[in-house]
């Protein structure tokens, strides 16, 4: 605190304006913060449907609860006043709303044309001082579509260009018309990193550093040695323990003092654990060291991305609590991606105490993340692994996407008490032929398929087709 | 060629066993390429539609009956379904297999032509490079993937070049006529000063090339003599243009040009295609349709539906599939694509067609492959559910009636890890 007085009148009433939330740190004080609202709706009695919970049961023939915008109770023959909307779910299956923990919906909309390009900050190795959330556009017609198939929270993240890419958000996937007003409240958080080709392609091929796989990691080592200077210099108490690397003089990057810097505001919230850490890596051995690296700079790796190797290192991301988040079949399209397999997710969800999660990091992919795990269930039988029940697989786009991101008190289970974030599909999900009929946020049915107008359309998609 | 599948050319290898295939059919001792399939839901792609509980008789590589019921020759192996789906070998869509291996890897990468000076070369083959080793192949293989159409991709022209369907079994050489492939629309906007208009000025100045209305020592030629003989081909028939495309108003002129010119085309994307299904329909050109795309990803796409291919079938036109991501490596991800044209109202029956025997017709195979019906190739998938479905697998592949391993790079890899670990580094198992 006295280090911020220090910095200057402009920056003490900013942080004033900010209003931090309780206990956060100065690092992630909050000037854009969420707007969003849930909207009123009535109560509603999704009934005889065959139950999904998000927390690994199947309840058949049960009936969800919601009300205020919350999940009253799931079980059987549940009663309710006169006042609940009904929705005969016979034949249907009810699942928690799906999480994608990996999207460039709004930095990278369509129509991707050059001005919407604005994923990738590819001008330094190091943009942690960028914010994803800036550059969301929310009239990217993806976001309805994604709505479509069941996803009602992601996590939109910077491009894979650099080392250490920015902070992504987690947004609710509500038609508005400012990114604050889909901000998750409450939701930390991320900041992406890259491991590999993309980082040492990108400055390697200007010929600046990284050009290599050595040079990304010296890279990711300076950042966080600045960082940790940055804490010790900037907190009223010390870091933990003193590391190898802590000195008394000016830090590499000249940022030491009370001057505020944007870059290590976010590298120091990652280590200080208020900005959960998603890096997108492919191969085994890059993600071991990810995880010394973690170890050797006092952070958590939240989730791995992409990962299309976890399966030969699955036991260690389990044993060290961090999340794969994986495609079903992806591979080859570069060096890195050259050894992915079906059962990859499969694989990842073995151990004990596992966290694998369904991702897309795609417009199209986004929109079925239920047939991304369906097509993992049927690799696991064809491997004859033990069968993946629907209970189960559910979670990958759920409860542990939702855990991953730091949003699993809100969202991505049907419990008592958690916000009502919920998709009535036609059928059993995971196939091709499933769709969502209805998807509720907070309790308000913001797409319904039975309905012309029971879609969210964007700005952008109004007078297309008038000839 | 000990890989081949045609009997004719086995017969040099076992010039015994061709000589009694000559003699007499019924006394043909069993081959590597006979067998019985008994008891499936056979799904034909023809005529004859789906037929439960029948059974396919396979004789030296060729399917010889479908019925019920069917008495087993002498040393034929039988094969029970068990009542599960059997389907023709599936159409991979519009692919690289073989032709690219990591498609970040530019040295693995043979499906573009980049030459600066003189860049609209019609002549260029893909197929000449196809390398029936390449760990693509298994890998679509063991999902039930039978044959691909190898397209030539856009590098310094919008004229992409040529390619050819390949059959997955390992044979080097590909089968049918050549499809010379052109990209329209903004995509190729760059590689045609900068505006769609031109495309029509440089293609007619091509058209008028190859028909020999300028001369070759002109200063303005397009094309090498080449490249008119090979253009001036598909202007007399011989193969299909096909044309990746988007917009409606490009797929308009696009119609026109093809019926001023008489050249037999298709069009691959076609996101604005079911704008003009009744025009299609009438020229009788089929679409490989990217089922999935729904986004107005460009300009071009701004009518994307998930309902193009539903709505382009009930105008009559012939659907198939190709996809616009990763259509190589993820080859397999085409079975979705008609899935989920089937779940946005493509009749199911139709759905299989679109992978089965549309493309193979449309590729100009359609008299080899593409449905189970007697005289064709004998390429053959059981499957342990619903084929069109991602919560299913492929559990045999059969190709010229040879069962083929189910066994691909990525199992090999699955097998390695999947095994506990033990006093030896993984690395010896195998």
């Known amino acids: 605190m006295h280090n911020l007085l220090r910095a200057g009148i402009g920056l003490a009433l900013l942080s004033l304006a900010a209003a931090p939330a309780t206990g956060a740190s100065r690092f992630v004080q909050d000037p854009y913060p969420s707007t969003y609202q849930p909207r009123g709706?009535?109560?509603?009695?999704?009934?005889?449907?065959?139950?999904?919970?998000?927390?690994?049961?199947?309840?058949?023939?049960?009936?969800?609860?919601?009300?205020?915008?919350?999940?009253?109770?799931?079980?059987?023959?549940?009663?309710?006043?006169?006042?609940?909307?009904?929705?005969?779910?016979?034949?249907?299956?009810?699942?928690?709303?799906?999480?994608?923990?990996?999207?460039?919906?709004?930095?990278?909309?369509?129509?991707?044309?050059?001005?919407h390009s604005d994923g990738n900050e590819m001008t330094a190795p190091v943009t942690a001082n960028v914010w994803a959330e800036h550059s969301v556009w929310p009239q990217d017609p993806g976001f309805a579509e994604a709505l479509a198939g069941g996803v009602t929270s992601m996590q939109v993240l910077p491009g894979s260009a650099n080392l250490v890419g920015g902070r992504g958000v987690v947004l609710k996937n509500v038609p508005t018309t400012t990114y604050q007003a889909m901000k998750f409240p409450g939701a930390p958080w991320g900041m992406k990193m890259a491991c590999g080709e993309n980082p040492k392609r990108?400055?390697?091929?200007?010929?600046?550093?990284?050009?290599?796989?050595?040079?990304?990691?010296?890279?990711?080592?300076?950042?966080?040695?600045?960082?940790?200077?940055?804490?010790?210099?900037?907190?009223?108490?010390?870091?933990?323990?003193?590391?190898?690397?802590?000195?008394?003089?000016?830090?590499?990057?000249?940022?030491?003092?009370?001057?505020?810097?944007?870059?290590?505001?976010?590298?120091?919230?990652?280590?200080?654990?208020?900005?959960?850490?998603?890096?997108?890596?492919?191969?085994?051995?890059?993600?071991?060291?990810?995880?010394?690296?973690?170890h050797e700079f006092g952070f958590k790796v939240a989730a791995f991305h992409h990962g299309v190797e976890a399966y030969k290192l699955a036991d260690r991301l389990a044993a060290e609590g961090v999340c794969g988040a994986l495609w079903a079949d992806w591979w080859g399209f570069k060096m890195e991606a050259f050894d992915g397999i079906q059962e990859n997710i499969a694989l990842v969800d073995r151990p004990a105490n596992s966290c694998a999660i369904v991702h897309s990091d795609s417009p199209e992919g986004i929109q079925r993340l239920n047939q991304e795990a369906a097509k993992a269930i049927a690799a696991a039988r064809r491997a004859n692994l033990p069968a993946i029940a629907p209970e189960r697989a559910i979670t990958w786009m759920t409860a542990n996407a939702a855990r991953a991101l730091g949003i699993e008190q809100q969202t991505g289970t049907l419990e008592a008490g958690k916000n009502a974030d919920v998709v009535v599909w036609n059928g059993n999900p995971f196939s091709s032929y499933a769709l969502a009929d209805q998807v509720f946020i907070d309790g308000y049915p913001y797409f319904d398929r039975t309905t012309a107008a029971g879609k969210p359309v964007s700005d952008f998609r109004l007078g297309q087709e008038v000839h | 060629?000990?890989?081949?599948?045609?009997?004719?050319?086995?017969?040099?290898?076992?010039?015994?066993?061709?000589?009694?295939?000559?003699?007499?059919?019924?006394?043909?001792?069993?081959?590597?390429?006979?067998?019985?399939?008994?008891?499936?839901?056979?799904?034909?792609?023809?005529?004859?539609?789906?037929?439960?509980?029948?059974?396919?008789?396979?004789?030296?590589?060729?399917?010889?009956?479908?019925?019920?019921?069917?008495?087993?020759?002498?040393?034929?192996?039988?094969?029970?379904?068990?009542?599960?789906?059997?389907?023709?070998?599936?159409?991979?869509?519009?692919?690289?297999?073989?032709?690219?291996e990591v498609s970040g890897e530019q040295s693995t990468v043979d499906s573009t032509l980049?030459?600066?000076?003189?860049?609209?070369?019609?002549?260029?083959?893909?197929?000449?490079?196809?390398?029936?080793?390449?760990?693509?192949?298994?890998?679509?293989?063991?999902?039930?993937?039978?044959?691909?159409?190898?397209g030539a991709h856009t590098g310094g022209g919008f004229v992409a070049g040529q390619g050819g369907v390949v059959r997955l079994d390992g044979s080097a050489d590909p089968i049918g006529p050549r499809a010379l492939y052109l990209r329209l629309g903004s995509a190729a906007a760059e590689l045609t000063g900068q505006s769609?208009?031109?495309?029509?000025?440089?293609?007619?100045?091509?058209?008028?090339?190859?028909?020999?209305?300028?001369?070759?020592?002109?200063?303005?030629?397009?094309?090498?003599?080449?490249?008119?003989?090979?253009?001036?081909g598909y202007l007399a028939g011989k193969g299909r243009i096909i044309v990746e495309v988007d917009r409606a108003s490009d797929i308009r002129q696009l119609l026109r040009w093809a019926a001023r010119e008489k050249v037999k085309i298709a069009i691959a994307g076609g996101a604005e295609a079911w704008q003009l299904a009744a025009e299609l329909a009438r020229a009788d050109v089929p679409v490989f349709v990217d089922s999935l795309a729904n986004l107005p990803t460009t300009f071009d796409q701004i009518g994307a539906t998930l309902e193009n291919a539903a709505r382009l079938h009930a105008a009559g036109v012939n659907v198939s599939f190709a996809q616009s991501g990763d259509a190589s490596h993820n080859a397999r991800k085409v079975r979705q694509l008609a899935g989920n044209a089937v779940a946005h109202g493509l009749?199911?029956?139709?759905?299989?067609?679109?992978?089965?025997?549309?493309?193979?017709?449309?590729?100009?195979?359609?008299?080899?492959?593409?449905?189970?019906?007697?005289?064709?190739?004998?390429?053959?998938?059981?499957?342990?559910?619903?084929?069109?479905?991602?919560?299913?697998?492929?559990?045999?592949?059969?190709?010229?009636?040879?069962?083929?391993?189910?066994?691909?790079?990525?199992?090999?890899?699955?097998?390695?890890?999947?095994a506990p670990a033990d006093d030896q580094p993984r690395a010896y198992s195998r």
Request: hydrophobic fraction near 40%; charged fraction near 20%; charge should be neutral.
């Open chain 1, 41 to 115: 709706s009535a109560p509603v009695l999704i009934h005889n449907a065959t139950v999904l919970t998000g927390t690994g049961e199947r309840l058949d023939d049960a009936d969800v609860l919601l009300r205020d915008g919350k999940v009253v109770q799931v079980g059987h023959a549940l009663q309710a006043g006169d006042d609940v909307r009904r929705v005969d779910a016979r034949g249907r299956w009810v699942t928690p709303g799906l999480i994608d923990v990996h999207s460039h919906l709004g930095v990278y909309p369509s129509p991707g044309v050059g001005a």
């Open chain 1, 202 to 294: 990108v400055y390697g091929g200007k010929g600046t550093a990284p050009a290599t796989r050595m040079g990304n990691v010296a890279g990711y080592r300076a950042a966080f040695i600045d960082a940790s200077e940055y804490i010790a210099r900037n907190t009223s108490t010390p870091p933990k323990r003193k590391r190898w690397f802590g000195s008394d003089k000016e830090d590499s990057a000249g940022d030491s003092g009370g001057k505020r810097d944007l870059k290590l505001d976010t590298l120091a919230g990652a280590i200080q654990g208020d900005i959960r850490v998603h890096i997108h890596c492919y191969r085994a051995d890059e993600m071991a060291t990810m995880l010394d690296l973690a």
């Open chain 2, 1 to 100: 060629m000990a890989r081949d599948p045609v009997p004719s050319k086995r017969s040099r290898f076992w010039p015994g066993v061709a000589a009694m295939t000559a003699l007499a059919c019924i006394a043909m001792p069993a081959s590597a390429q006979d067998l019985l399939i008994r008891n499936a839901t056979v799904h034909t792609a023809s005529a004859r539609g789906s037929l439960e509980n029948a059974d396919v008789l396979v004789r030296g590589g060729l399917i010889q009956a479908v019925g019920a019921a069917l008495p087993v020759p002498a040393g034929v192996p039988v094969v029970e379904a068990g009542g599960r789906p059997l389907t023709p070998a599936l159409f991979g869509g519009i692919t690289e297999i073989g032709i690219e």
């Open chain 2, 114 to 150: 980049q030459i600066g000076q003189q860049p609209l070369r019609p002549e260029f083959d893909v197929t000449l490079a196809y390398n029936p080793a390449s760990v693509l192949v298994p890998v679509a293989r063991v999902e039930g993937i039978g044959f691909t159409a190898l």
């Open chain 2, 196 to 232: 769609r208009a031109a495309q029509w000025m440089l293609l007619q100045q091509m058209v008028d090339e190859a028909r020999g209305r300028v001369g070759v020592d002109s200063p303005h030629a397009l094309l090498t003599p080449a490249g008119r003989r090979t253009l001036a």
């Open chain 2, 347 to 418: 009749p199911w029956a139709d759905g299989l067609a679109g992978l089965t025997r549309v493309p193979a017709q449309a590729m100009g195979v359609g008299d080899r492959i593409g449905s189970i019906e007697p005289g064709k190739l004998a390429d053959l998938v059981l499957w342990e559910g619903d084929p069109l479905d991602v919560a299913h697998y492929a559990e045999q592949v059969w190709l010229g009636g040879r069962s083929l391993p189910m066994r691909s790079r990525q199992t090999e890899l699955r097998d390695r890890y999947l």
